[in-house]
């Protein structure tokens, strides 16, 4: 890590650590239900493109700034529009990777707290994809902005959205390249020390200027991923934090014992019960004369 940025703690003895090929099979196999899914949620072509108009009048009611403005930005100079276009296509999955790594290896406590958050965001995310299927903004005519990466490249998608057999480009609600960018810096500060921690804020600040000004996403797909991280958060707890309990008494990520002990009373103050004869022992015993 660089000066200023540290692990907050001695965390890092290997008996900490899940198992190395337990969690690289969970995370491989998170990762192709998701991008099954994905591919399944596509197809609503008419579905995507009413709802695209709906999200973009609702930003025009709630008086958002148009998208456009963060474009016209980048249209200045070709190279900052391709800068964008790398940045989008090649630093998301990959920053979110080493990030999961060096916590495996510095904070394994923070790793497991942020794949939970991390996968409990993607569920939802998929789950809202399946439900709600979006075209972005660069395939919207109303909003008369520009694909940048078909234009300067490079590009991640196929030309045309309903042959693309690697993507879904009908899933831009929620904007998962927010909403991981944010739960890296999140992660990181909360896993390091130093004044210089909080400039990771810097890596979704970027993120989304940069989904915003290629078209790929509106305003509204980083609110509603905002909103899901935050709920994601609150469910899981953070290290160190006491875990949420459920109004019925229990709690997500951790088990209750299936039996408690009652408590008793300390030996000194347990008042002793007085001695009763059975019915047999009472029929038994001789009477006594009077």
Excluded: C
């Excluded at 493109?49 to 709630?62: I, K, M, P, S």
């Excluded at 992660?187 to 004044?195: E, N, V």
């Amino acid at each position: 890590m660089a000066a200023g940025i540290r692990p907050t703690g001695p965390e890092t003895t290997a008996d900490r650590r899940p198992p190395l090929v337990r969690e690289l099979l969970l995370v491989t196999a998170l990762f192709l239900v998701y991008k099954a899914g994905r591919l399944l949620a596509g197809g609503e072509t008419a579905a995507a493109f009413r709802n695209a108009g709906d999200v973009w009048r609702l930003e025009r009611t709630a008086h958002l700034p148009g998208e456009g403005l963060v474009q016209s930005l980048l249209l200045r100079d070709g190279t900052a529009v391709h800068v964008a276009n790398v940045y989008y296509a090649g630093v998301h999955f990959p920053a979110t990777v080493a990030f999961l790594v060096w916590l495996y290896w510095r904070r394994p406590a923070h790793y497991l707290w942020s794949r939970r958050v991390l996968a409990l965001l993607t569920a939802a995310a998929l789950a809202l994809h399946l439900l709600m299927p979006l075209a972005p903004p660069r395939l919207l005519a109303a909003s008369r902005l520009i694909d940048t990466a078909r234009v300067y490249g490079p590009s991640v998608y196929a030309a045309k959205p309903e042959t693309d057999t690697l993507a879904n480009q009908f899933a831009a609600m929620p904007s998962l390249h927010f909403g991981w960018a944010v739960m890296v810096a999140v992660g990181l500060i909360a896993a390091t020390r130093g004044r210089w921690r909080w400039l990771w804020l810097l890596h979704p600040l970027l993120t989304l200027l940069v989904i915003v000004g290629t078209a790929n996403h509106y305003w509204l797909d980083a609110v509603v991923a905002g909103a899901l991280l935050g709920a994601a958060l609150i469910v899981v707890p953070a290290p160190g934090r006491a875990p949420l309990r459920w109004p019925g008494g229990g709690r997500p990520w951790a088990r209750e014992p299936a039996y408690r002990r009652p408590a008793t009373a300390p030996r000194g103050d347990r008042v002793p019960r007085p001695r009763t004869a059975s019915p047999v022992t009472a029929a038994a015993a001789p009477e006594v004369p009077r």
